[in-house]
């Protein structure tokens, strides 16, 4: 008798089986332009740096109203437009490995005032003072290169690259003097010390008066002094301090985008995606791949559960962007191989409500950004931000926890090893109907 040695058939799990029964089909993804991407997505960099929320975007529109102030072609104003809501793109990438050796957040290399050369942010006593340099003169070129990746306007990545020069010769990456720098990166430039000029007041009153004082300070030497011209005539407008202060700046970013590409993609909304998901991953050295294998778990266990093609494609978003708030903590604190303390647990433990904020900033993404807000509850109530428990938790945050703990399981970790699958499948049974849904793990460890 030939016994059939063909695997048993898995069961199929279908939606009435969950405990939570999904009640309407989510909104399908939604195509998104370049300019409502970066307007949202920029809010990420500004964590990533330690700058104020919407330091990105107010930075994006000074730039933007001293290029229509200026005699620019349509892909300079392009560039400074984009170039100024991600011109620290690099951040993560180039800055996370000197913070882990030096034990310093982002924002003690990044914080200073803008422009000022990278050999002088210091005297910086936790680590080599070239090795600071480097990684400030690399989040230029990092964040270029990223940029390139995003297919944008060949602009963008110039005005990022050269965003650090300064108009005498002392800046970086590559010291360049006068209008050897491309325009567009000499407004973004002056767009950004701007901002923090403007920022570092206590009121827009405090700020509208010393403004233009500051502004001749550093003209002809770190910015253009054409461009300062323009930039002490743009402060005299009434209507340039109101929307700079405006209460929907993300609104007036979108009309301001003018004849830029005005066209809505999902492919582009996958591609940002993809590069903010290695960004994220890229602030834990030892997490390089996770939001990536994470996506790929989620979408088998949705497709699996016969979910509509559509509303597995918003699990796979959510599944790539769900520690998008990971740029908000501080690279030490991510690769720290001992216990958390108390306050860097809850530096920590802010993650998911900052992902959430985040993706909020994208039009149609406020049920994904529910669901990733959600990803770190657990079925027994025990998890955060907000110790939701049982059928609180939405099955695509249900889906997304599962996916993402047996991607950390396989994963390098400060404090362990990668495990095996059969390893990583044991625990994750084991913390089913406590930290994992009880069917969805189940399920996982069959697709597995």
Known sequence: MVSDSSPPRRPVLTLDDLALPVTRRPERLHALTAAELAIGLSQGLDLAEGKPIGHAQRVCYIATSLADRMDISPDQRAGAYFGALLHDIGVTLAASDICRVAGVDEETIFGP???????ARGPFAFADQHDVADAVHQHCMLGAETVRTLDLADEAASAVLAHHERWDGEGFPHAAAGDATPLEAR???AADLAEVIIAAEISSLAARRRFPQAVIEYAGTVIDPAVAKTLLA????????????????????????GPIDTRRSKKRVMRFAEVFADISDAKGGHTAGHSRRTADGAEKLATA???DPDHTEMIRIGALLHDLGLLGVPARVMSKPDILSITEMQVMRQHPSSSEMILQGLPGFEEVATWIARHHERPDGKGYPEMLAGDDIPLEARIIAVADVYSALVSERPHRGALGSKDAKQILLGAAGTQLDVELARLFCTLI
Not at 113 to 119: F, G, I, S, V
Not at 243 to 254: I, R, V
């Open 305 to 307: 559960l016969a979910l």
């Open 187 to 189: 407004i973004v430039a």
């Open 113 to 119: 005032m803008p422009l000022r050369a990278a050999e």
């Open 234 to 257: 743009l402060a005299r407008s009434d209507n340039f301090w109101l929307g700079l202060y405006s209460e929907d700046l993300a609104e007036t970013l979108n009309a301001l985008r």
